[in-house]
T-cell receptor, first 111, second 113 residues
């Protein structure tokens, strides 16, 4: 598959445990944030988003937390499964047509 | 099936030989964008288009051109490719720019020798 990141930080978690992936964003004016999942050999896939007027948003097995004070975003995955193994990265937008993406974290799920 | 398609998926070429990577979406999206992905750098935006005949530069536009003659297509043109354009390229589309989910294509692995 495609090697999208040779030097990515890696998070290894046991199957069934919860995973927390963190992201520091750069622009205090950003008002829309997205988490993407990228599996080997595939394009990024939308997981969940959050707008700056919210602190928390939940989806199916995933939760995104936004701390605007310290410009920090986190993705929590409940009951991590082998199919969750991928690279995860955040993106930010300030209501314009330009997006800024983080470099990503590789999640490895151990059986 | 709603999707973004790119062609070719893999391309090896030589310096200076003009090439085009096609991108097409079938979701009637207004916004389309091109990114390159390099190890350790994350996705970087090359060009984007807000609608037909409306395009603008992203963060790394040098050496690339785009056009948006039809809503569904957004080709990426490298007039004179150089080795530093060796990368993994992704096309994406969304309903509109700004606060909207982007749908990504499968990627094009380009190698310039």
């Amino acid at each position: 598959g495609e090697n999208v990141g040779l030097h990515l930080p890696t998070l290894s978690v046991q199957e069934g445990d919860n995973s927390i992936i963190n992201c520091a964003y750069s622009n205090s004016a950003s008002d829309y944030f997205i988490w993407y999942k990228q599996e080997s050999g595939k394009g990024p896939q939308f997981i969940i988003d959050i707008r700056s007027n919210m602190d928390k948003r939940q989806g199916q097995r995933v939760t995104v937390l936004l701390n605007k004070t310290v410009k920090h975003l986190s993705l929590q995955i409940a009951a991590t499964q082998p199919g969750d193994s991928a690279v995860y990265f955040c993106a930010e937008n300030k209501g314009t047509y330009k997006y800024i993406f983080g470099t990503g974290t590789r999640l490895k799920v151990l059986a | 099936e709603a999707q973004v398609t790119q062609n070719p998926r893999y391309l090896i070429t030589v310096t200076g030989k003009k090439l085009t990577v096609t991108c097409s979406q079938n979701m009637n999206h207004e916004y389309m964008s091109w990114y390159r992905q390099d190890p350790g750098l994350g996705l970087r935006q090359i060009y984007y288009s807000m609608n037909v005949e409306v395009t603008d530069k992203g963060d790394v536009p040098e050496g690339y051109k785009v056009s948006r003659k039809e809503k569904r297509n957004f080709p990426l043109i490298l007039e004179s490719p150089s080795p530093n354009q060796t990368s993994l390229y992704f096309c994406a589309s969304s309903l509109a720019g700004g606060n909207n989910e982007q749908f990504f294509g499968p990627g094009t692995r380009l190698t310039v020798l």
